[in-house]
């Protein structure tokens, strides 16, 4: 199931250009008759050149005529409008609006039974490479005693460079007022949904806000897989299990967080696996999935965090040796991954010429016993079953037709000994025990101390060797409080993970 997110380009590079001030130039104006389906009339073009050499064009058309099939009693129809446009010297159009008025008359020079007025602007800044449009339309029906207003707003941002970019729509807000003579307003709003590119109804599904969110205590045994790291504009698949919620979770929110700083709240809801496919939007520097907010309004626990940027690498993985330099690949993976414990069983890879919605990981050549939970167009991310044996396997991707590079790893479990209480400045020894690995790999536990200990020797970072499925760091409590401990295994295998 795809849920289209705007398909639009990398980031924004706007057009700068600068022009030398320069006297305004004399009015040139022409006027000509002009013939339009029932109507007839003039149309005047007067063109001027403002101090900063921009061309400044307004056409002014009045045309009138029989009306014969339009609104009941109505045999007569005019129409004015005035069009106005400043364009820079490099052709680039920088404001244009417009007023238009058009009436219905049941004879010519008779009763106003309608009249319909648009008036419209828009505004172009290529340096920030924004446009933004507004306009208001306003139709009084005699007849029916009926008025009817519409204010409508959008906002869109260029995407690309020079005449090879376009303009994509990515807000918009519009207003309906509707009243009977006599009777009460009645309103309707509509937000333009720039995630799944359509128009919602303000109180419908989105945007979202906290506010208006369902609320919760947090995460209550979800499970969300979305990629660390993504290209602007990337094609995504995540996963959500959420034991709430059997099959389809129809609970799903994102928080897309624009590089101003704003965030934006939308809804979605999963396939009956737990599966969504979308796009992200280039407005978009990070995403936050999650599928409840918390008391105060903000994404619970277990949400995943995905970074935006075109040259982001996945963290925890390092360089694979003799990754190919072009084509689908895998780039970025680790010597060792966990089952069960804080690894959740996943397989995180940063790769390279895929498409995330047609790539699949395999374990030892096959699906068979490993799915994939979350892409992107750099990172890929599987997760293998309970049932897998520990100790070595290798992995690789599949996207469409193609099969990447494959590399080894080993599947351990790893296992900390509890510590004990004690006073501030005693010193312990953690004991963490690695199963799965074999004999012939030999390993390094990489710890990181925070909270309330340090090293014993000072410092927050050790790395030591694993012996007999051991390996062992002593710690020093500081103050009182929690002693934090990250560790994480490297694996040597011979010829590749060195």
Avoid at 145 to 157: L, N, S
Avoid at 287 to 304: E, H, I, M, W, Y
Avoid at 310 to 326: E, I, K, N, Y
Wanted: charged letters at 15%; one cysteine or more.
């Amino acid at each position: 199931m795809t849920f289209p997110i705007a398909r639009i380009a990398s980031a924004a590079i706007a057009l700068a250009f600068l022009v030398n001030a320069v006297p305004a130039s004399a009015q040139k104006s022409t006027t000509t008759q002009i013939q339009d389906g029932e109507e007839s009339g003039t149309q005047t073009v007067t063109t001027t050149t403002d101090g900063n050499g921009n061309t400044v064009t307004t056409t002014t058309v009045d045309v009138s005529g029989p009306l014969t099939n339009g609104m009941p009693g109505a045999t007569y129809q005019t129409d004015h409008t005035t069009t106005t446009t400043t364009t820079d010297p490099n052709g680039h159009e920088l404001d244009s609006s417009q007023s238009h008025v058009h009436e219905n008359l049941d004879a010519k020079g008779g009763k106003v039974l309608s009249r319909s007025t648009l008036e419209w602007k828009q505004h172009t800044d290529w340096i920030k490479g924004t446009r933004t449009y507004t306009s208001t339309n306003v139709v009084i029906n005699n007849s029916t005693g009926v008025t009817t207003k519409i204010d409508y707003t959008t906002e869109e941002t260029y995407f690309g460079a020079g005449p090879t970019g376009r303009w994509e729509r990515t807000g918009g807000h519009q207003t309906v007022t509707t009243q009977k003579k006599g009777e009460e307003a009645k309103k309707t709003e509509r937000t333009y949904d720039w995630l799944h590119e359509h128009w919602e109804d303000v109180g419908m599904t989105s945007p979202l806000t906290p506010s208006t969110a369902q609320a919760g205590s947090g995460a209550d045994g979800e499970q969300v897989y979305l990629t660390s790291v993504a290209g602007p504009s990337s094609e995504m698949i995540a996963t959500v299990e959420d034991p709430a919620q059997v099959g389809t979770v129809d609970q799903v929110t994102f928080q897309v967080q624009d590089h101003q700083g704003h965030a934006h709240f939308f809804q979605a809801f999963t396939d009956p696996d737990g599966h969504i496919d979308f796009r992200l939007p280039a407005l978009a520097a990070t995403v936050a999935l999650f599928t409840n907010f918390t008391r105060d309004g903000k994404p619970d626990d277990a949400a995943a965090h995905c970074t935006v940027d075109a040259h982001a690498a996945v963290s925890s993985a390092d360089p694979v040796t003799d990754a190919p330099q072009s084509g689908t690949a895998i780039t970025r993976a680790s010597s060792a991954y966990e089952r069960g414990g804080n690894g959740r069983n996943l397989v995180d890879m940063q790769t390279r010429g895929t498409d995330p919605f047609n790539t699949h990981v395999l374990m030892d050549g096959s699906e068979a016993n490993v799915q994939t939970v979350a892409a992107s167009n750099l990172e890929t991310v599987g997760r293998f079953s309970d049932s897998v044996a520990l100790g070595r396997h290798t992995f690789s991707i599949k996207s469409g037709t193609t099969t990447s590079n494959a590399f080894p790893a080993d599947v351990v479990t790893l296992r900390a000994d509890p510590i004990r209480e004690s006073e501030t400045g005693s010193v312990q020894t953690l004991t963490v025990h690695c199963d799965g690995l074999p004999a012939s790999d030999s390993g390094t536990m990489y710890f990181e101390v925070g909270g309330a200990a340090e090293l014993a020797a000072g410092g927050t970072t050790a790395s030591v060797p694993v012996r007999n499925g051991v390996a062992q760091v002593r710690i020093r409590g500081i103050h009182a409080g929690a002693a934090l401990v990250r560790f994480h295994l490297h694996a040597q295998i011979a010829g590749f993970w060195t």
